[in-house]
């Protein structure tokens, strides 16, 4: 009789092998859970194939100590799936991140089993904590496997990579609702360890440095734009109730000339109370999306230097402007994050999903995955598809082949995905061979 655990993610595809119960010793069959009665804490019980779900066995649910002590069994043979850290480590430490403290787990990578835990400050003086308890009990070849590296715990994670650790990126997926509602940071610590041990693919933390100051330029950025929208709405919206003869004035013209006359707007003591506090209030509102408009540009023009520093051959694409060459930047982040193009596509939300049927074959459009960096993509087909010539023949060669025009943009997408992330690989390789070699 063999005993099954397989890891929390339920998307992991792990084969189907038959397992049996450690207390009644009857035999079931759990797809994609593990056990029914038999699970981690943090895992949504599954059913039992093999019997009715009333029949529960008669010991109840296991505790962690006696989860912590099942042996993981290895997949059965034949199956494509090995976890990326199987044979790799020997510990893994999960973190789980908030504002004001880490909670921390050691984990055996070939038990399972919690060897310790911990939780710090998320200070400098919590990180040495960390890093000591690390060594006392993970002594050995170790990865830090961290929810959030790029908020909560992001300086943690700058902390440990300065160290020299090793630390993947963990997502924090959407927590099902759990039978004995447990929930605490140290589960979450423990299932962000185990949730890493089960993973084929894992990714690395995000680059700082000129990464990140593309991604604070391009948040800042695009809080003014959307500060600037709100405030041209409400513009127009003064207008529209503002006193007749002001009204008057105002409505025509395009929306920049209707800033700048309100913007220089004056008083006059013989206007009357609703007179001049109408022009007050689409004076100062005129000149916040102003300042706001000035602001943006601004942010652009860093972007822009920044972008013709770290990658410049993204601008010489057509279609290709320093905003969207600036997300492809800040997704992307540094050479060896994404593993191959296809990942990069699937990232942008711009792979295919067949959705055939019958003698249809066919794919619809991927609504998952960075949708800022889906938004880039967009945009640059879309102007790829006014001003680019080969472009346009691609979109009516495929018109006459039946494709509609949903289609043809999503396979624009994603030869758009292969070719940016192609040009970012081969930048990123180019920069670092001409490095200087330390002696």
Known sequence: MSVLVIATDPKQPIGLPVSGCLCCGSVVAVAGIGLAHHRWPDQKPGRPQGRASSQSCHFGDLTQADADSVLPVPPRKGSTVKPMLAGAV?????????????????????????????????????????????????????VWAIEGTGSYGSGLTTALLEAGEWVVEIDRPARPARRDGAKSDNLDAVRAAREALSREHLAAPRARGDREALRVL???????????????????????????????????????????????????????????????????????????????????????????????????????GAITAAQF????????????????????????????????????????????????????????????????????????EGKSARDIKRCLKRAIAREVYRLMNAQAAAVTRNLPKAA
């Not at 004076?283 to 990658?311: D, K, M």
């Not at 889906?374 to 102007?383: E, K």
């Open 218 to 320: 391009m948040a800042a950025r695009q809080g003014a734009i959307v500060g600037r929208t709100k405030a041209i709405g409400q513009l127009k919206a003064l207008i529209v109730n503002a006193p007749h003869a002001l009204r008057e004035q105002l409505r025509q013209g395009s929306t920049d000339d209707q800033l700048q006359r309100c913007a220089r707007l004056r008083t006059l003591p013989t206007h009357s109370v609703e007179h001049r506090a109408t022009i007050q209030a689409l004076r100062g509102t005129a000149r916040r999306a102003l300042a706001l408009e000035a602001e943006a540009a601004e942010y652009e023009t860093e972007l822009e230097r920044l972008v013709v520093a770290i990658c410049p051959v993204l601008l010489e694409q057509p279609g290709i």
């Open 329 to 400: 930047l800040v997704s992307w982040s540094h050479l060896g994050r994404i593993r191959s193009e296809a990942a990069f596509a699937a990232l942008a939300g711009a792979s295919p999903i067949p959705a055939s049927s019958g003698q249809v074959t066919r794919h619809r459009l991927n609504r998952s995955g960075d949708r800022q960096l889906n938004r880039a993509l967009h945009t640059v087909a879309l102007c790829r598809l006014r001003i680019h010539e080969p472009t346009k023949t691609y979109a009516e060669r495929r018109t006459q």
């Open 90 to 142: 020997e510990f893994v430490i999960g973190v789980d991140t908030h504002r004001d403290s880490h909670t921390a787990a050691a984990v055996n990578a070939a038990t399972g089993g919690v060897i310790e835990q911990l939780t710090v400050a998320t200070d400098a003086f919590g990180y040495r904590k960390l890093k000591t308890f690390a060594d006392r009990h993970a002594d050995g070849t170790r």
